[in-house]
Protein backbone atom coordinates (compact mmCIF):
# COMPACT_ATOMS: atom_id res chain seq x y z
CA UNK A 1 0.00 0.00 0.00
CA UNK A 2 2.09 3.10 -1.30
CA UNK A 3 0.51 5.99 -0.23
CA UNK A 4 1.92 7.80 -3.06
CA UNK A 5 1.14 5.52 -5.71
CA UNK A 6 -2.67 6.20 -7.88
CA UNK A 7 -2.54 3.47 -10.42
CA UNK A 8 -5.66 3.41 -13.10
CA UNK A 9 -8.86 1.97 -11.74
CA UNK A 10 -10.44 -0.62 -14.26
CA UNK A 11 -13.37 -2.70 -14.32
CA UNK A 12 -15.10 -4.04 -11.10
CA UNK A 13 -15.68 -7.10 -9.29
CA UNK A 14 -18.73 -7.03 -6.74
CA UNK A 15 -18.21 -7.28 -2.96
CA UNK A 16 -19.22 -10.49 -3.05
CA UNK A 17 -16.60 -11.84 -4.93
CA UNK A 18 -13.93 -10.20 -2.59
CA UNK A 19 -13.86 -13.72 -0.60
CA UNK A 20 -12.27 -15.34 -3.51
CA UNK A 21 -9.41 -12.73 -2.98
CA UNK A 22 -8.29 -14.06 0.47
CA UNK A 23 -10.24 -11.72 2.45
CA UNK A 24 -13.07 -12.71 4.90
CA UNK A 25 -16.98 -11.06 4.70
CA UNK A 26 -17.80 -9.42 8.38
CA UNK A 27 -21.69 -10.21 8.80
CA UNK A 28 -23.34 -8.16 12.28
CA UNK A 29 -22.52 -10.95 14.62
CA UNK A 30 -19.41 -12.27 13.19
CA UNK A 31 -15.78 -12.27 14.95
CA UNK A 32 -13.16 -13.98 12.51
CA UNK A 33 -9.79 -14.61 12.08
CA UNK A 34 -8.46 -11.79 9.90
CA UNK A 35 -7.13 -12.78 6.72
CA UNK A 36 -3.30 -12.23 5.77
CA UNK A 37 -3.05 -11.28 2.30
CA UNK A 38 -0.51 -9.77 -0.14
CA UNK A 39 -0.04 -6.17 -0.05
CA UNK A 40 -2.60 -4.59 -2.70
CA UNK A 41 -2.24 -2.44 -5.03
CA UNK A 42 -4.30 0.59 -4.18
CA UNK A 43 -5.17 4.28 -5.27
CA UNK A 44 -5.19 6.51 -1.89
CA UNK A 45 -8.51 8.41 -2.04
CA UNK A 46 -7.79 10.28 1.76
CA UNK A 47 -5.57 9.85 4.37
CA UNK A 48 -4.68 11.55 7.93
CA UNK A 49 -2.82 10.49 11.09
CA UNK A 50 -3.57 11.52 14.65
CA UNK A 51 -2.27 11.42 17.88
CA UNK A 52 -4.45 9.80 20.51
CA UNK A 53 -3.41 9.80 24.71
CA UNK A 54 -4.77 7.45 27.00
CA UNK A 55 -3.93 7.21 31.04
CA UNK A 56 -1.65 3.91 30.10
CA UNK A 57 -0.98 4.73 26.59
CA UNK A 58 -0.71 6.91 23.64
CA UNK A 59 0.15 6.64 19.97
CA UNK A 60 -0.89 7.21 16.40
CA UNK A 61 -3.50 6.38 14.33
CA UNK A 62 -3.11 6.42 10.46
CA UNK A 63 -6.32 6.11 8.38
CA UNK A 64 -6.75 5.66 4.52
CA UNK A 65 -9.37 5.84 2.52
CA UNK A 66 -8.61 4.09 -0.34
CA UNK A 67 -9.71 1.57 -3.93
CA UNK A 68 -8.18 -1.25 -5.61
CA UNK A 69 -8.60 -1.93 -9.26
CA UNK A 70 -10.75 -5.31 -8.46
CA UNK A 71 -13.65 -3.18 -6.74
CA UNK A 72 -13.80 -0.45 -8.58
CA UNK A 73 -15.39 2.66 -6.52
CA UNK A 74 -15.81 0.39 -3.77
CA UNK A 75 -14.02 2.27 -0.97
CA UNK A 76 -11.47 0.38 1.16
CA UNK A 77 -11.12 1.69 4.95
CA UNK A 78 -7.70 0.71 6.30
CA UNK A 79 -5.80 1.32 9.38
CA UNK A 80 -2.54 1.68 11.27
CA UNK A 81 -2.44 1.26 15.14
CA UNK A 82 1.17 2.84 16.55
CA UNK A 83 1.90 1.99 20.19
CA UNK A 84 4.71 4.92 21.31
CA UNK A 85 7.88 3.29 23.22
CA UNK A 86 7.13 5.54 25.61
CA UNK A 87 3.87 4.04 27.34
CA UNK A 88 2.80 2.46 30.00
CA UNK A 89 0.76 -0.28 28.75
CA UNK A 90 -0.25 -2.38 25.23
CA UNK A 91 -3.00 -1.40 23.63
CA UNK A 92 -5.57 -4.31 23.22
CA UNK A 93 -8.28 -3.56 20.52
CA UNK A 94 -10.00 -0.58 18.49
CA UNK A 95 -13.34 -0.28 17.47
CA UNK A 96 -14.41 2.24 14.30
CA UNK A 97 -17.70 3.53 14.71
CA UNK A 98 -20.42 4.14 11.61
CA UNK A 99 -20.52 1.18 9.55
CA UNK A 100 -24.76 1.05 10.02
CA UNK A 101 -25.95 -0.39 5.98
CA UNK A 102 -22.86 -1.25 4.99
CA UNK A 103 -21.04 -4.25 4.02
CA UNK A 104 -17.87 -5.16 5.78
CA UNK A 105 -14.79 -7.24 4.35
CA UNK A 106 -11.96 -7.63 6.01
CA UNK A 107 -8.21 -8.06 5.51
CA UNK A 108 -4.67 -7.17 6.56
CA UNK A 109 -1.23 -7.16 4.56
CA UNK A 110 2.23 -6.64 5.73
CA UNK A 111 3.09 -2.82 6.78
CA UNK A 112 7.06 -2.30 6.02
CA UNK A 113 6.56 -0.32 2.45
CA UNK A 114 4.80 2.33 5.45
CA UNK A 115 6.86 1.87 8.29
CA UNK A 116 9.73 -0.15 7.62
CA UNK A 117 8.66 -3.39 9.46
CA UNK A 118 5.75 -6.18 8.73
CA UNK A 119 3.83 -5.40 11.67
CA UNK A 120 1.85 -6.96 14.62
CA UNK A 121 -0.72 -9.07 13.57
CA UNK A 122 -4.30 -8.32 13.99
CA UNK A 123 -5.66 -11.29 15.55
CA UNK A 124 -9.54 -11.25 14.68
CA UNK A 125 -12.32 -8.96 13.84
CA UNK A 126 -15.80 -8.54 15.15
CA UNK A 127 -18.89 -6.58 14.53
CA UNK A 128 -20.81 -6.94 17.78
CA UNK A 129 -23.27 -4.63 16.16
CA UNK A 130 -24.14 -2.99 12.86
CA UNK A 131 -22.18 0.03 13.49
CA UNK A 132 -19.22 -0.63 14.62
CA UNK A 133 -16.08 -3.16 13.30
CA UNK A 134 -13.59 -3.94 16.12
CA UNK A 135 -10.07 -5.33 16.00
CA UNK A 136 -7.74 -7.45 18.59
CA UNK A 137 -4.35 -6.84 18.31
CA UNK A 138 -1.80 -9.89 19.72
CA UNK A 139 1.38 -10.86 18.78
CA UNK A 140 0.84 -14.77 17.43
CA UNK A 141 -2.05 -15.41 19.25
CA UNK A 142 -0.51 -14.51 22.79
CA UNK A 143 1.43 -10.28 23.20
CA UNK A 144 -0.86 -7.38 22.79
CA UNK A 145 0.50 -4.16 20.52
CA UNK A 146 3.31 -3.38 23.17
CA UNK A 147 4.91 0.13 23.62
CA UNK A 148 7.16 0.36 20.13
CA UNK A 149 5.47 -1.97 18.25
CA UNK A 150 2.80 -1.01 15.38
CA UNK A 151 0.41 -3.01 13.62
CA UNK A 152 0.02 -4.54 10.07
CA UNK A 153 -2.37 -2.73 7.47
CA UNK A 154 -5.83 -3.80 8.65
CA UNK A 155 -8.90 -2.71 6.77
CA UNK A 156 -12.36 -3.27 5.84
CA UNK A 157 -14.06 -3.41 2.01
CA UNK A 158 -17.07 -1.47 2.03
CA UNK A 159 -20.06 -1.02 -0.30
CA UNK A 160 -20.01 2.45 -0.05
CA UNK A 161 -18.58 5.23 -2.87
CA UNK A 162 -18.21 7.86 -0.73
CA UNK A 163 -17.31 8.48 2.81
CA UNK A 164 -17.00 10.97 6.06
CA UNK A 165 -15.01 11.69 9.15
CA UNK A 166 -15.45 9.30 12.10
CA UNK A 167 -14.04 8.43 15.24
CA UNK A 168 -12.22 5.15 16.71
CA UNK A 169 -12.08 3.96 20.15
CA UNK A 170 -8.98 2.21 21.75
CA UNK A 171 -8.33 0.85 24.92
CA UNK A 172 -6.13 -1.82 27.04
CA UNK A 173 -7.46 -1.08 30.57
CA UNK A 174 -7.93 2.69 29.69
CA UNK A 175 -9.50 3.61 26.36
CA UNK A 176 -9.60 7.01 24.18
CA UNK A 177 -10.62 8.09 21.07
CA UNK A 178 -9.49 9.21 17.93
CA UNK A 179 -10.70 10.73 14.64
CA UNK A 180 -10.58 8.52 11.47
CA UNK A 181 -12.81 8.01 8.50
CA UNK A 182 -16.28 5.83 7.79
CA UNK A 183 -18.17 4.84 4.96
CA UNK A 184 -21.26 7.16 4.16
CA UNK A 185 -24.38 7.23 1.98
CA UNK A 186 -24.34 9.48 -1.48
CA UNK A 187 -27.49 12.40 -0.50
CA UNK A 188 -31.03 11.52 -2.61
CA UNK A 189 -31.51 13.79 -5.46
CA UNK A 190 -34.15 15.53 -3.83
CA UNK A 191 -32.38 16.13 -0.53
CA UNK A 192 -30.05 18.10 -2.38
CA UNK A 193 -32.67 19.80 -4.26
CA UNK A 194 -34.19 20.57 -1.03
CA UNK A 195 -30.40 22.10 0.66
CA UNK A 196 -29.83 24.02 -2.73
CA UNK A 197 -33.16 25.88 -2.47
CA UNK A 198 -33.14 26.47 1.10
CA UNK A 199 -29.52 28.35 0.33
CA UNK A 200 -31.43 30.31 -2.31
CA UNK A 201 -34.05 31.48 -0.04
CA UNK A 202 -31.69 31.95 2.94
CA UNK A 203 -29.58 34.50 0.54
CA UNK A 204 -32.72 36.42 -1.06
CA UNK A 205 -33.58 37.51 2.25
CA UNK A 206 -29.91 38.63 3.21
CA UNK A 207 -30.74 40.61 0.13
Known amino acids: ?73 NLIFAWIVSNNQGSAHSIGRATFNGWTGFTSVVAQHDASSLVGNPGVLVDRADRGNADVLGYDFFRVGVNRLTPGSNTKVFWALSNATVYKDSFTSLQNGSVTE ?12 GTILALAGGLALLRRRKR
Do not use: H, W
Open 1 to 73: MNLSSRPALVAALTVASASSYGQVVLNVGDIVSLPEIPEPTLTIVDVKSVNFTAATFSGTLTSAVAKTAAFGD
Open 178 to 189: ASTFAPDVVPEP
